[in-house]
């Protein structure tokens, strides 16, 4: 119904409220930079989109075309693959309509209750209503599948594992820190700009930031990984 609502433009988002009824406000409740239209609001705020990251497998939403409302149920329609996800359309459908659903709620909590956006809470959210969904809809077990060789795997129990990542432009440079406990449950995550540099400088930049977040958020037993063979292969070596 949320993402009928979202195809027909008729969500009360502040865009729409301006143009019908004259509201004071019409900026973005999580940003306050942009007109909060249903494509802003889901996929082009900085606040969405690191929860959509956080959430859906690392996606980016950036990468999106997404500008008006059809866009949206396009998009729920047939949404991108997820290669690290070991789960049939029906799951990944679903987890992007929680997603989607989440955003609408959190964004309601905070114009209603005033309060600010938790985004660890949300993420733990859809992760049970979509635990709920897969127990209701899984098929009878016949066999085991043998398990991807590279497939993401949650850290061990009392322990975090915390996942680096980089990227690089013409212009300048990102990094992203995300933090899973034994669940596989994001509970934290961080993203910043840094100057341009190489590839691999970036994400060994990334992989000292998320030792230094460990630290400050006092996490005795942890595991750091990554995709920069380079960069971790000098940190094991003996010398």
């Known amino acids: ?138 098929p009878p077990v016949t066999h085991v599948l043998p398990t991807p060789v590279q497939a993401w795997s949650p850290p061990p129990p009392d322990c975090i594992k915390l996942n680096i990542d980089a990227v690089v432009s013409d212009t300048q440079a990102a990094i992203a820190v995300v933090a899973c406990d034994h669940r596989g449950v994001p509970i934290k995550v961080w993203a910043r700009l840094i100057k341009k540099t190489t590839p691999l400088q970036a994400k060994t930049v990334a992989l000292l930031w998320a030792v230094q977040l460990a630290k400050v958020e006092k996490w005795s037993k942890v595991i750091f990984e990554g995709d920069a063979k380079i960069c971790l292969d000098a940190i094991n070596s003996s010398s």
């Open 1 to 138: 119904m949320l993402i009928w609502r979202i195809g027909v433009n008729s969500l009360p988002t502040r865009e729409n409220l301006l143009n019908r009824l004259q509201v004071g406000d019409a900026y973005c409740l999580f940003c306050k930079d942009c007109i909060e239209s249903s494509s802003h609001l889901f996929f082009n705020c900085p606040a969405t989109r690191s929860f959509w990251f956080a959430v859906c497998w690392g996606l980016r939403t950036e990468s999106l075309a997404i500008s008006q409302a059809e866009d949206i149920v396009k998009f729920c329609l047939n949404p991108p693959n997820f290669p690290c996800e070991a789960a049939d359309k029906c799951q990944v459908l679903m987890r992007v309509a929680f997603t989607i659903e989440e955003i609408w709620l959190a964004r309601n909590r905070v114009l209603h209750q005033n309060c600010s956006w938790d985004v660890s809470s949300s993420c733990r959210l859809v992760m049970s209503r979509c635990f709920e969904f897969s127990i209701i809809i899984a």
